[in-house]
């Protein structure tokens, strides 16, 4: 039976009718369109799916939407605007962190994470971020190089006093 | 992959859980972390009625220390807020290393101490989709009566893959199991069985809701070392999980175990034996790690061959042991 849910998805409140076994994915993408999330394997070892919730990067592939209620989610929808990008987004363009662009989202959203927390990550900070997020073609360094330097520009914009 | 059909309650209280999971006749699960249920839920390897859902229930996510000093883990704390937690960090580093072993951040961030302490065994021939799987005679796992890893094997041979078993039962860890009755403790030990099938002591209608590590004497340390094909996001090929009081220069109660190669963690006492005789001198070390190869009993070649894990058993052991060694010269240096 159909059970309506509150979802609180980029700052909006969406009423949904939700299976017990929709996940938070299903939901995000069939029935709100936030297709920025992609799925994948379903099983939660390539990433792609990621969403943050209350501040943490978490696998939507692997949530039940039911489970999603009272909890504050973004989705790559929810990051910057057409205007200003955000750093983590604008990083990857700069540093050709993208190739198909498959599972951008997924690591966008993971390293996202990573930043709000620890603003400084050390490289071994950015690859624990990363673990569970999979690239096939662009490889793994230039998106680690890109969330790095994302970091870096961040702290310069926060008006960091050592003229970086 | 979708996940199958099936009943959802939501529990906000451990009675309610409880209650739940009687009414259930054994065909319903309790859901916390979800990264090992659904995940098998999708496979088609397990199809449980009813979904029990824990995640709002208070009592289960807490962190607290006993009146005797010993550390209390509810079994719905996330992987990743024990990572971060500064008792495990102070008493026993050992476990931290393991809760950071599981996964991924993102599973981490999802998955349970009680989830990863139950995780459901798993086998070669076992977690395959339904397809892969109707190509076989059905196996002991999923309710035949052949074991494919094993022919003509009287029990399941799926190993048990978690990364914090071995480390509790190398604590002596406790786990507290509840039911509507009330509750029961059993011993880490005691707690895995080797069975791939029944491959823990819950039945059907308890759950985990606690686990108890001792306080340990100040001189213990603790050690934890896990190997894989990558070194992120996968389960161990074999892992390690010891602990041992060191007090001038003598090693005793002394814990090793070994996981991921059998159906329950592996206690090597006889190793621990030699280790407490020669204690961490290298010639101790070797002739321990010597022993480890030698206890294992019959191991089967799922996923890597037998000889393989004893040859990982064995470096295993010599490295934890070195690390436990490391650890008092940091500790030495460090109360200079």
Known sequence: MKRMITLQVNGDTCEVAVEPWHTLLDVLRDQLRLTGTKKSCGIGTCGVCTVIMDGLAILSCLKLAIESQGHDITTIEGLGSADELD???QSFIEH???QCGFCTPGVIMSARALLDKNPQPSDEDVREALSGTFCRCTG???TIEAVKHAAEKQAGAGGTSDGQ | ????????????TTGEALAALQAGDGQTRILAGGTDLLVNMK??????????GIRTIDELCSVTTGSDGSLHLGAGVTLSSLAENSLIKESCPGLGRAITAVGSKHIRNMGTIGGNACLNTRCWYYNQSQLWRDAREVCRKAGGNVCHAINGSERCHAINSSDTAPMLVALDAEMVIQNREGERRVLAREFY???????????PEEMLSRIEIPRGNTERRTAFIKICSRRGLDFAMANIGAAVSVKAGRCSQVRIVIGAIASHPLILEKTAAVVEEGGLSEGGMEQAADTARTELGTLT???SSAGYKRQLAQVLVKRVLQELKGSSRNKRRAGK
């Open chain 1, 87 to 89: 750093p983590v987004q």
């Open chain 1, 96 to 98: 050709g962190a993208i």
């Open chain 1, 140 to 142: 793994h360094i230039k």
């Open chain 2, 1 to 12: 992959m979708r996940l199958p059909r099936f009943e959802y309650v939501k529990a906000s």
């Open chain 2, 43 to 52: 496979y088609r390897i397990e199809r449980p009625a009813t979904v029990i």
């Open chain 2, 193 to 203: 069985r080797n069975d791939g099938v029944r491959y823990n002591a819950l039945e």
């Open chain 2, 301 to 303: 070649n799922l996923f």
